[in-house]
């Protein structure tokens, strides 16, 4: 099995009397010496020193981005994936070859992954086009890595297929399951309130992460698994089948399957995706109740794709939210696991229960659309799924799991999931602002007993944006106060521009935009004592002043930053720190750089 173009093995290839048709295999993408015949010959002099033979380097390229790190539990199975991807490509006629890129996990990564997800995606989308490859299997999982590899992928434009490292299996401790990272969160809430010892959080430690993989629960790795399967993009199991089961490496045999199937039909990201690709993705975003961070992940991703760019707004997302109900019950909206939703039936469950809200004609990669693969795979629901997955008529909560919210201090939007409200009371709140400049203010301070807080105080956390934080940190699940934890307070109206974990619950409002680095930034000019009302109903953030006293403080920061000189020292900050000061657009752009949209440089600020 060759390709089209291909010539038979061996001496065809250096016949100078004939051009090179460079357009697939080993020959595309020749390295540049002036000499086309010669780059080829040069390219499989070193290739064969791996043992290639000419028969083996005839046929579709199939690249496997390979992000395993020690430094990356997440990844820990992707050698057994690349293993299992490979028997998948080779049983179809097809030369796999993997090579590295960068890995980015979560708890690694300073000062943030989000800091560093751009650049993975540079180094996705150079590798991809530097190299002589068909398609490309993208091994990703954790958090910023699929997102990375999409934005990347969607860039270079060649056939591309997402494997996902799978999640991993919830803990156990005294009888209760426990999983990474809602539980996390929960507990170390209930150890600040002193509700649990310190050897109790020690045990608990020990159980929140029993297996690698990515995190057990509806959080960002979660969502951006299932998105990725309501873009098309992969099989629909591919989205939840436990990281540690022989299902996954199935997944990963069918991928490399798939592969030299796309790699034939020269099947290109940017041909696959469509608008209603990315509106079937934020029905699924809204139904799973997923994670605050996939808003800011599908902007970028959409923002790649030339026909897209600037046609997915927040607005979509709001509009969308309004008539999907949540219907997975997971944590952190719900109550369950990523294994419990692979049980449920996973995706394929979800996307039948949902058919009457979807675009079934949006393409897939297999060639075929949405509908077509739903009408190929019936899904008989069971009672068991049921309670995972309700149905659309039994929701979990009625609509807008996720919603946006505009004002004068978040003229450009803010996001907040509704649905993981502890209560919902706080969805409709005034209270007096008590504001943190930066995360080192909140750390100094959040529990001075002193601090003037109750509970019906909003906490305010700024300077965590994209530019004022590099990264924007998830940090946005500002902690409740010590002192009012102590007495049984478990939720507080809480802003900022930064972000917060798909993991984490409460009434929390983020990515306000413009940030408050930002010299321009409404946000940036709250102060302590000022009145914030949150209205969700009205889809409203508002600060109780008047127009002319926020115009008033706006200028006078604006006075004071540029005198202070630190827009002329982010000119002038050196390496890749200076190219994402410089370049990095906000939230409800998707938090990439300017350069690497498909529109390119000249976004407004
Ligand atoms: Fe990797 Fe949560 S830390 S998915």
């Keep these: 099995m060759v390709l089209d173009d291909n010539q038979p093995p061996s001496g065809g290839d250096y016949d100078l009397s004939r051009p090179l048709e460079a357009t697939s295999g080993l020959r595309q993408g020749l390295t540049s010496y ?10 499989k002099v070193f290739i064969k ?64 992954s989000m800091f560093l997800r751009n650049l993975m995606s540079m180094d996705t989308e150079e590798m991809i086009k530097a190299q002589p490859l068909d398609a490309c299997i993208m091994i990703g999982g954790c958090d910023k890595t699929v997102p990375a590899q999409l934005m990347g992928g969607i860039s270079a434009n060649k056939p591309i297929l997402p494997l996902i490292t799978g999640p991993m299996m919830p803990g156990s401790h005294r009888g209760q399951r426990l999983g990474a990272c809602t539980d996390c969160r929960n507990n170390w809430a209930a150890y600040r309130a002193n509700e649990i010892d310190i050897e109790e959080i020690s045990a608990i430690n020990e159980e929140l992460a029993p297996t690698i993989g990515t995190c057990g629960v509806m959080g960002t790795a979660s969502t951006i698994a299932c998105i990725t399967a309501a873009l098309g993009m992969m099989p629909l199991r591919g989205a939840s089948a436990p990281a540690v089961s022989s299902g996954r490496l199935r997944i990963a045999e069918e991928t490399g399957a798939n592969a030299v199937l796309v790699a034939k039909a020269k099947r290109t990201p940017q041909d696959v995706l469509s608008m209603e690709s990315f509106l079937n993705a934020i029905t699924v975003l809204q139904a799973i109740g997923g994670s605050t961070n996939a808003v800011v992940h599908l902007l970028a991703i959409a923002n790649r ?42 995706m394929l469950a979800l996307l039948h229960q949902l058919r009457p809200l979807l675009h079934l004609s949006a393409m897939t990669i297999s060639g075929q659309t949405l509908g077509e693969v739903l009408d190929a795979s019936p899904f008989r629901s069971f009672p068991y799924s049921q309670q995972v997955i309700r149905p659309l008529s039994d929701p979990l909560y009625p609509s807008s799991s996720l919603v946006v919210l505009h004002g004068n201090i978040a003229p450009k939007g803010a996001v907040m999931k509704a649905s993981a409200s502890k209560d919902g009371a706080l969805l409709s709140h005034s209270g007096p602002a008590v504001v943190f400049k930066n995360s080192a203010d909140l750390a100094a301070r959040i529990d001075d007993p002193d601090l003037p807080v109750t509970k019906d105080s909003v906490l ?13 940190p998830e940090a946005g699940l500002i902690p409740i106060p010590r002192k009012l934890g102590a007495n049984g307070v478990k939720d507080m109206l809480r802003l900022s521009d930064g972000r917060m974990s798909g993991t984490a619950g409460g009434t929390i409002v983020l990515h306000i935009s413009p940030e408050s680095e930002l010299p321009e930034s ?21 600060l109780q002043i008047s127009d002319d006293e926020l115009k008033a403080r706006i200028e006078e920061r604006k006075r004071t930053i540029t005198s202070s000189g ?13 190219l994402y000061e410089r370049s990095v657009n906000q939230a409800e752009e998707g938090v990439d750089f300017d350069f690497l949209t498909a529109a390119g440089p000249g976004s407004e600020w």
């Design 34 to 43: 002036g000499d086309t015949h010669f780059s080829l010959f040069l390219r």
């Design 49 to 112: 020193a791996l043992g290639y033979s000419d028969d083996a380097l005839s046929r579709p390229i199939i690249g496997i981005i390979n992000t395993y790190s020690g430094f990356n539990p997440c990844h820990a199975n992707v050698p057994q994936l690349i293993d299992a991807a490979k028997r998948g490509v080779q049983l179809h006629g097809g030369l796999a070859v993997d090579f590295p890129t960068i890995s980015v996990h979560e708890s690694f990564a300073h000062p943030t």
């Design 305 to 346: 794709h030339p026909k897209l760019q600037g046609v997915i707004t927040l607005q979509t997302f709001d509009e969308i939210g309004r008539k999907t109900p949540l219907l997975v019950d997971l944590k952190p909206s719900g109550d369950n696991y990523m294994n419990d939703f692979h049980n449920a039936g996973g």
């Design 460 to 472: 305010v956390l700024q300077g965590i944006g994209p530019v004022g934080n590099p990264g924007m």
């Design 522 to 542: 409404p946000f940036g000019v709250v102060q302590t004592g000022d009145i914030i009302t949150c209205d969700v109903e009205q889809r409203v953030l508002h």
């Design 566 to 578: 630190v827009l002329g020292e982010r000119s002038r900050k050196r390496g890749y720190r200076g």
